[in-house]
């Protein structure tokens, strides 16, 4: 090691132009990098939740809905004003970019018909093809709307107060902030003291995710600033402030780099992830840095006679020949930690871990290459700042209390950890899984409101859909298989969360009704199939050929409920379609089956991968931390140990996440991931230095608190940097998955650097493991 | 000298103007093109055999195969069709008859026969805009539109699918015409050498593109009066992506079709 480094001081201009150019290729990378807001991206492909929302997808269309919920502030919604301004939103929405045309139901829509009968027939009509000029044509309205029930909670609220256009979306390019921007100025102009207009639905929601990730371009910046001051505070020296800033920052840009090549999109949950490599790549830096300050201090005073620049030199030599290869270790597991989490089936995390990856492994090659190039081209190091760095401070302090403590007062540090390992598992036992998205948000943000209002008004802001599948072409239109879905319509309904669901049998009993001049006797599925057939045929005069598009497919093979919820908690939806599988198993015999997708079903999906998932990725990230410890030291000992303040912060985290109430999602997640491979850096780095330490001999105490003052006050330089750099995120108002990173993570970083500092030297003096004391033993 | 210049330009612009007009239409008008398109389409009588192809957004397809007989009313061009649906097997037998009434203030006849029920039904709003037994063809499509009530104005000559042709510009004469058809407009590619409609593009009550109609495969069905008949009918909306393509297997002129097979007796009698 030590010679590479001599090779590198040696070429010290050659490495930093390789360096820049490399950074500079890397940077011109950028350009394959695809950021998307892509909600693909965050579900498990494989799951049978999602399977079918792709196939929904396929035969259906892909959904995305939004509703516009207008209510009149006086009276109801049948008047001239208020009709007016439905008709002009319907037409706008209509118009709009990403629009799918075919699938806008309002009171004005096309797709919106009456179906009613008289001795003649079946008249189907556009509901309001013209805004009614006179009461007798309001009262018409008004007929033709309550006497067709499937229009009741979706199109109009049962207080006739709330009227709702609810339109189908695609993605555009500009993503869902141009769609909701485009939303806005269609209602805007509608906005006056006679209506109340409310805009939900899960566009809204993904547009809020973009505008609040793009708040990473000044959070970013106040990070690396928070973690840049940190350091000036725990090394008083201006290389201390901005060194491990560069190696840091050049980590970032390489990771970028690195993951525009290897093709993986960006997605908004990884927006964050640029802080956690900017703190991991510091935090090396960090305890190379220190070493370098205690080495060239020790050269100085050794060797009063060698110049400046040579001693920095040796300097930077010696330190990197003996942090080095326990930097090396510890990057190296923290990546493969991070890198083994492409086995997720998510592609958001799997983005996370290859990302996290690339960024520890371009610290270390920064480390071991550009930074001792440059500190070695740096002038050497005034005595002024040598002593600045050397002086007593409150790290110091704290760094000694901990040895203290580990060393003499064992019995109260076990104590008080197994006390809060107790109080926090008890925690952990309430930690609930949701990942209900609308839960990312703030309930004072006006689109959560919005979108509650919109949900106790009507039928639902939340989708879900079965897919009933026929065995052949018209399957649909048997009676047995009409009155199975007709059962689980009423099934689901029964539920007081789902306002409403809709299928083709409404359509089709309405029909039948119609066409025995409109007696509600028989608002029934008819026994025949080939007159159902032919009822279908009949509507179709006057209707047009994609009325039911939504409902069934062209060859009636296939049929869909809609079912709108009012929540969009996946613990409430995974009940639901548990409870509707059970219902309708056997329901169609050999006629039909069923499949359950689309909507909020992604986020019971995702809820259900990860409770898996995500114990298999601790456990994982773990192996590979106990496994390559144990053989670096050559010893299972040290495996073991080096878990200890692992597990202290994951249960921790679990417990806070418990007792506050913060969902275990999609957003929180990787935090424990984040956690175990920041922490497992703290214990490897105070193993080798407390073994390194007692090598030199002499007095065992002192050896132990020399490298609890080195080592262990880097550790705290460290997780402060850290705890910092995201506690920084807790500024992003409005958005849960920020304040939750920004307080767990430092929280984490808290809990992991104090058991490293106590539990775990308390352990190791307890047990005086050979892979440190073995010099001692001889 | 400034004052000569402009007056120059005037002269210029008018009589650019002047040679700009259409040669044609100084020998056709525009009413005259639409009048000849009209009677183009109007056969006699004839007996059909055709396929439906129902195409939705994401490309799946439904087939339905239909038999047609059709009749002009004597002394009248209004047409009288009857429609029996012979595949798939649950509305097999399914039969539509319209009947064309030209007459103001009398409104078309669309009567349906459905097997299962054994009954004739009568379709009571008969507007025009409505879809053509569930095709992207309204009932107006395919009867055609009666010249007078649109004012025709020809916007350009132009070779389209290798035909000279007039496109012709026709707006609805009134409201309710418009509400009647369901367009605000339609555009016409017509054939110079027999006024057949090559192309037509629709557009809905709030002036966007609704529907593309391309006719083609066109065969001269009636020699001696002339009378051409696009074997390929497609009608495409832009707006639901849905299409539907009519095809004739079979299409020929017959005097021997009686009258009263035009009748909602006769529907009830074929059960």
New interface residues.
């Given amino acids: 090691m030590k010679r590479f480094i001599e090779t590198i001081i040696r070429y010290r201009k050659l490495t930093i132009t390789l360096n820049i150019l490399l950074t500079l290729f890397l940077i011109s990378q950028f350009r394959h990098l695809a950021i998307v807001v892509d909600l693909d991206t965050l579900l498990p492909q494989t799951h049978p939740l999602v399977a079918a929302t792709n196939k929904i997808g396929?035969?259906f269309?892909n959904k995305l809905t939004v509703a516009i919920g207008v209510t009149a502030t006086q009276g109801d919604i049948y008047n001239q004003r208020v009709l007016g301004k439905i008709q002009r939103i319907t037409?706008g929405v209509m118009?709009l970019p990403g629009a799918v045309?075919?699938n806008i139901n309002s009171l004005s829509s096309r797709k919106a018909k009456s179906i009613s009968g008289?001795a003649?027939?079946?008249?189907?009509?556009p509901l309001m093809?013209k805004i009614p000029v006179n009461p007798a044509g309001l009262a018409a309205l008004r007929h033709a709307v309550e006497t067709n029930p499937v229009y009741s909670n979706l199109l109009i609220s049962k207080d006739r107060k709330t009227a709702q256009i609810v339109a189908e979306f695609k993605k555009i390019p500009g993503g869902f902030l141009a769609i909701q921007k485009n939303l806005n100025r269609v209602v805007d102009q509608e906005r006056d003291e006679s209506v109340l207009i409310e805009v939900g639905g899960t566009p809204v929601f993904l547009a809020l995710l973009e505008k609040f990730s793009a708040r990473m371009g000044f959070l970013f910046p106040l990070a690396v600033l928070v973690i840049g001051l940190i350091h000036y505070e725990a090394f008083r020296t201006l290389q201390g402030l901005i060194l491990p800033l560069v190696t840091a920052l050049m980590a970032v840009l390489w990771a970028l780099g690195f993951l525009g090549m290897s093709g993986q999109p960006l997605d908004v949950i990884n927006a964050t992830t640029p802080i956690l490599i900017l703190a991991i790549a510091a935090g090396h830096a960090v305890q190379i840095l220190k070493r370098y300050y205690e080495e060239y201090h020790r050269l100085h005073t050794e060797k009063p006679s060698m110049s400046l620049k040579s001693l920095s030199r040796e300097a930077v030599a010696l330190s990197l020949s003996k942090v080095g290869p326990v930097m090396l270790m510890a990057g190296g597991i923290a990546a493969i930690g991070f890198f083994s989490l492409v086995i997720f089936e998510v592609k958001s995390i799997q983005t996370f871990g290859i990302f996290t990856g690339f960024g520890i492994l371009s610290a270390l090659v920064l480390e071991l290459t550009f930074i001792p190039a440059l500190r070695a081209s740096l002038p050497a190091p005034g005595t002024h700042e040598i002593q600045r760095e050397k002086a007593i401070t409150l790290w110091d302090r704290i760094a000694l209390a901990a040895y203290n403590a580990a060393q003499n007062k064992r019995k109260q540090v076990y104590f008080a950890a197994l006390i809060s390992i107790a109080i926090l598992s008890v925690g952990g036992y309430w930690l609930k899984i949701d990942n209900s998205q609308k839960a990312y948000f703030y309930g004072s943000l006006q689109e959560k409101q919005d979108d509650n209002r919109l949900n106790e008004r009507l039928a639902g802001t939340n989708t879900f859909y079965i897919l009933v599948k026929g065995k052949s072409?018209?399957s649909i239109?048997n009676p047995q298989v009409l009155r199975g879905i007709e059962a689980i319509q009423r099934f689901l309904e029964k539920d007081p969360l789902v306002g409403k669901t809709i299928s083709i049998v409404d359509f089709i009993k309405k029909m039948n009704q119609a066409?025995h001049g409109d007696d509600p006797a028989f608002f029934t599925i008819p026994q025949?199939?080939?007159?159902?057939?032919?009822?279908l045929?009949?509507y179709?005069?006057?209707?047009?050929?994609?009325d039911f598009?939504a409902y069934v497919?062209?060859?009636y093979q296939n049929a869909l409920i809609t079912t709108f919820i009012k929540s969009d908690g996946t613990a409430f939806v995974s009940v639901l379609i548990d409870k509707v599988k059970l219902f309708s198993n056997q329901l169609f015999g050999r006629d039909a089956d069923i499949e359950i997708g689309g909507g909020i079903s992604g986020g019971v999906a995702l809820t259900e991968t990860m409770v898996r998932e995500k114990i298999l990725n601790i456990l994982q990230i773990m192996a590979v931390v106990f496994i390559i410890t144990s053989l670096v030291f050559r010893s299972v000992w040290a495996g073991m140990l080096i878990l200890v303040p692992l597990l202290a912060a994951v249960s921790v985290n679990f417990g806070i996440m418990g007792l506050l109430g913060i969902p275990l999602q999609i957003g929180t997640v990787i935090i424990s991931a984040m956690a175990v491979g920041i922490g497992a850096d703290y214990g490897i780095y105070l193993s080798y230095r407390l073994r390194e330490e007692l090598r030199k001999g002499g007095d065992e105490a002192s050896a132990l608190r020399r490298a609890f003052q080195s080592a262990g006050k880097a550790i705290l330089f460290v997780s402060s940097a850290v705890a910092g750099g995201f506690g920084i995120l807790m500024l992003s108002w409005g958005f849960w998955i920020h304040l939750y990173l920004g307080f767990l993570i430092s929280m984490a970083m808290l809990v992991s650097s104090a058991s490293a500092l106590t539990l775990f030297p308390a352990l190791v003096f307890h047990f005086r493991p050979k892979f440190i004391f073995e010099e001692r033993l001889k | 000298m400034k004052f000569k210049l402009i007056t120059l330009f005037l002269f210029a612009a008018a009589y650019a103007f002047l040679i700009s007009l259409p040669a044609s239409a100084q020998t056709l008008t525009a009413r005259e093109i639409a009048e000849k398109n009209y009677l183009a389409g109007k056969i006699s009588a004839s007996i059909s055999e055709a396929t439906f192809r129902l195409i939705s957004a994401n490309g799946q397809e439904r087939i339905r195969k239909t038999s047609g007989t059709s009749k002009l009313k004597s002394g009248s061009l209004d047409n009288r069709s009857l429609v029996t649906f012979l595949t798939p097997a649950d509305v097999k037998g399914t039969m539509i008859l319209t009947i064309e009434n030209s007459e103001p203030g009398k409104n078309d006849d669309i009567w349906i026969y459905l097997p299962a029920l054994k009954k004739i039904r009568r379709l009571i709003s008969s507007n025009k805009k409505d879809s053509f037994v569930g095709t992207d063809f309204s009932y107006g499509d395919v009867i055609g539109y009666k010249v007078d009530e649109w004012k025709h104005t020809i916007v350009r000559e132009e070779l389209f699918a290798g035909n000279e042709c007039y496109v012709l510009e026709s707006l609805p004469a009134n409201d309710q015409i418009k509400d009647d058809s369901g367009y605000s407009k339609r555009l016409s590619w017509i054939r110079k050498d027999n006024f057949t409609a090559l192309k037509a593009e629709l557009f809905d009550l709030n002036g966007s593109p609704l529907k593309t109609i391309r006719l083609s495969n066109h065969q001269q069905v009636d020699a001696a009066n002339h009378k051409w008949a696009a074997f390929t009918l497609e009608a495409e909306n832009i707006q639901t992506m849905h299409k539907t393509i009519i095809e004739f297997s079979h299409y020929e002129v017959s005097q021997k079709i009686r009258d009263d097979v035009f009748t909602p007796r006769f529907l009830e009698s074929a059960r």
Avoid at chain 1, 528 to 535: F, G, K, M, P
């Fill in positions: 396929q035969m269309g037409a118009n045309r075919s008289d003649d027939g079946m008249i189907v009509r093809e072409e018209d239109k066409m025949d199939q080939n007159l159902i057939a032919q009822y045929l009949l179709s005069n006057s209707g047009e050929p994609g598009d497919d062209t060859g």
